[in-house]
């Protein structure tokens, strides 16, 4: 006679049970997918000449438009070509994939220096607003409020034009693009922190308004800070790549994201895969830091805290 099989004991169901629950509510209250996109983007700009097949300039006329490797047919039609391009070669004969670990990281070091300087500019800028208050309160925020209404699109291009595009103005124009995110934010908070009892009792006891700014001040606005700057870092890089696809960006042949897209737009038709990849990894990038800076909102802040 066949065995009849015997249940399960009821603590081993209920944990296999629980298996793919844990699973889900990890994936729901902790953004592993952008985290992991995010160190990938890490590892690819700090190894990219490791990681890289090729020299992402060096240009083999042979191989222009060749299609990413998969495209076994095209290699056997074209045996000269004695390289197969994993992404795909550019409109003449750049690696797509090299030029994209590159570009990661140019991207990632413009937008990290121009968030640091326009995230500490923003910072002292609220706390100074917040804190004194009066003329200088006014004077910030009017200037808050002029560079907002400045196109900086526009502004951008006349000064990459006027003064040598290179890394450097790029970097100084996303620092002001920066600073004025958090400004508003900061000021608000300070607002709030010195009618404090503890900030009271400090001017009491005649503390500096220096050492009440960056001992009693500071720490209860980094966690706003911390947020508005995960959110900004997707915005600058995508107005980094938007800055080289205008011809306005860090001049070529240095591979940015942005100026691979305008190179590869021309050849939409026939060779998508100079733009598509680039843009990809744009979309990827600026989602998953919104994505972590939405995360970071909802565990800091008490009033969408979400448990």
């Known amino acids: 006679m066949a ?3 015997q249940p399960l004991p009821l603590g081993v169901r209920a944990r296999r049970a629980a298996t793919p629950r844990s699973v889900l509510t990890a994936f729901r209250r902790w953004p592993i997918i ?3 996109v995010l160190a990938v983007l890490v590892f690819a700009a700090v190894f990219a000449p490791l990681l890289a097949p090729r020299d992402p300039t060096m240009i083999n006329l042979r191989g222009r438009t060749a299609p990413p490797a998969w495209d ?7 045996p000269n070509v004695n390289f197969r391009y994993p992404l795909g070669a550019d409109h003449v004969g750049r690696d797509v994939l090299s030029r994209m670990l590159h570009g990661a990281r140019v991207s990632l070091m413009v937008a990290m220096v121009a968030l640091v300087a326009g995230t500490l500019s923003g910072t002292a800028l609220g706390l100074l607003a917040g804190y004194y208050g009066g003329l200088v309160d006014e004077l910030i925020t009017r200037a808050v409020d002029v560079w907002n209404a400045l196109p ?7 000064a990459a034009m006027t003064l040598e595009q290179s890394a450097r103005v790029v ?6 693009a920066a600073w ?17 009892d503890y900030v009271l009792q400090a001017r009491i006891c005649g503390a500096s308004d220096a050492r009440i700014l960056f001992r009693h001040l500071l720490p209860g606005v980094i966690n706003t800070v911390v947020v508005i700057a995960s959110l900004r870092v997707g915005g600058l890089i995508l107005a980094e790549a938007g800055l080289s696809f205008l011809g306005a960006g860090i001049p070529p042949p240095a591979p940015t994201w942005g100026n691979m897209i305008s190179e590869g737009r021309e050849y939409l ?8 990849f680039p843009g990809l ?8 830091f919104n994505f972590v800076g939405d995360w970071l909102r909802d565990r800091w802040d008490p009033r969408l805290r979400q448990v």
């Open 3 to 5: 065995e009849i099989a």
């Open 34 to 36: 952008p985290l992991f």
């Open 72 to 78: 076994a047919q095209w290699y056997e039609d074209h």
């Open 152 to 158: 900086f699109l526009l502004i951008a291009i006349l």
């Open 171 to 176: 970097m100084a124009l996303l620092a002001f």
């Open 180 to 196: 004025s995110s958090g400004v508003r934010n900061v000021r608000a908070e300070v607002l709030g922190l010195k009618t404090r």
């Open 269 to 276: 038709n026939t060779a998508w895969w100079i733009a598509f």
């Open 281 to 288: 990894a744009i979309f990827l990038v600026v989602m998953s």
